[in-house]
């Protein structure tokens, strides 16, 4: 385990401004942002130049994705995971370069940011580029560096007429006129928007027909298949591609370092899904809200490391947590994706809960970071503050993983849109139970599947959904699922009710509901307060002037009910 103390972080990059400038003293004045020792900085270190490397895997969903088998998945993330700073890839990148770990501020997710001296910058940008793509044979990764001036890290690029005619094209100055320095959050956006830059100005590689002679490969049906996977049974070895069978036993090699430990990971969607012939397995996609926002507002390059690494501990350390108290052991799949974002591919029946804890314990793990780091101030709270925005899809086995991506991604922008509108952590979620790739964005889906309108004289518009909802309404729908099993409530009547909710109009629908709740000896037995019966399936009227509008969080509670696990804790 990596530690974040403050006084950690100055002792590591302190060594290598001091080995920069020829001067430890100035080199402390750059780490305390000194910005009344600018002029010192423009006088005496001008010819002193600062590198910072910038780099990122690029489309990392379509390389991590690119075919539907969780091996081939675990394989392609192990090799993202292999540019952390702990990583093979990353290692043999600094070595070849005369570099080591120090130089590295932040390694994770596929992304990161080096600090090292300027004549370095260029060769270990190549040397990034270079590397991955030969290590992945598919993948790429952008790197991109600026050089800076001492001066320029505590006023910004673009300040001085000198400085800004060196900006490349299409991107900003950045910089201070005042008395307080930049913050450092800056010059990362600095560096991401030439990130963006260079990822859009790439020239990307379009797959040429191959003749009909040649088999395409059985994995990713891109590239020509010349391997036969020797590991798998003779009559299943299936036809692959150099690449796939890279990722494939890249993946063999971290799951068998996971092989009877809690970690153990999923070989395919049958070992997720139990075997089930009609198996539905979930994507759970969740993401930081705000960590842009928080980035930005990061005052100091020590800020930045701390952030940044406290960030990608806690996001490793909620995974694994994850698993073993859910016992997904042996059937799930926890690709990476981004720094700031998890992934799971779980049985359909775990989805639900893993989704209402992720957001619990990600705030409980930076609350524990805090208090372990002594980090304080400022940062403290924008630690405790980082929330999670949650999408899953629930999908039949046979669907393509990378459909249900689409899905899981769509439903998380959709929780990200609430999350932003409720001012509270949202979770968004659907049930697809055909093989329809997603051709409309949810909120249609929704008003199409989801929105009654009064069919003679439009009186009155309902709404059979809630979702996106709050992680406080997510936990009291779970725990109203749970109720409903342990009081062994007959599907059939539930079914009643959303026959009701789907057919009558709103004030039938909800007058029908009460009779059958109050009558019927199964929902007595669910609760005995007739206001806690209905304020479970209750019909809510909103006021409106010519259009009385309801809505209804029924079905929402039943698409968890139809999957949800036993509730045994």
Known sequence: MRTYFEAHQKERLEPIFTHILGDGEAARWLLEQRIDKAPVFRDRFLTKKIGLVSFDVDRIKDFVFATAKPLEIQGASAMVKDMEIDGAILKEILSATG????????????????????????????????????????????????????????????????CSSGLPAGIRPMGVAGSDPIYFGEIVQYLADRLREVKEETLRFVHPPLPGIIHRCESCGVEAASYKDAVRPEESQDRICSFC???????RKERSSFKGKSL????????????????????????????????????????Y????????????????????????????????????????????????????????????????????????????????????????????????????????????????????EKAEDCIDYLVVKDASPLNVSIEEMRISELQREDPQQQLWKFELTRKPLTLTDFERALENVAQLQEKRVPRSQLYQIETLLRNESPKVASLLARCQLIRVDAWRRFGEDPQKLMSTFDILGKPAAKVENYESGFLDLMELYEFAEESNG
Request: proline residues 3%; contains cysteine; hydrophobic residues 40%.
């Open 99 to 162: 570099l080591d770990d120090s130089n590295v501020l932040f390694a994770a997710g596929g992304s990161g940011l080096m600090l090292v001296p300027a004549e370095k910058a260029h060769m270990l940008s190549q040397e990034i580029q270079t590397r991955f793509a030969e290590k992945t044979g598919v993948g790429s990764c952008t790197a991109v560096y600026q050089v800076f001036s001492p001066h320029q890290l505590l006023t910004g690029v673009g300040v001085e007429p000198s």
């Open 245 to 251: 069978i890279g990722k494939r036993d890249r993946g």
């Open 264 to 303: 153990e990971t999923a070989q395919s969607i049958n070992e997720i899904t139990g075997g089930e012939e009609r198996g539905y397995y979930s994507i759970v996609y969740a993401d930081a809200n705000n960590m842009g926002d928080i980035l930005l507002q990061l005052r100091t390059m020590v800020d």
């Open 305 to 420: 490391a701390l952030f940044s690494n406290a960030v990608s501990e806690v996001l490793r350390k909620v995974t694994d947590e994850l698993v073993f108290e859910r016992q997904l052991k042996g059937s799930y799949q926890a690709p990476v994706i981004g720094g700031d974002d998890l992934l799971f591919i779980v049985p359909a029946s775990k989805a639900a809960k893993v989704a209402a804890a992720l957001g619990k314990k990600v705030k409980e793990g930076f609350a524990e970071k805090v208090r372990q780091t002594g980090i304080t101030g400022k940062l403290a709270q924008q630690l405790k503050d980082i929330g999670m925005s949650v999408g899953f899809v629930i999908v039949p086995a046979h669907f393509a993983i990378r459909y249900a991506l689409d899905y899981a991604e769509a439903l998380l922008l959709s929780a990200k849109k609430g999350t932003r």
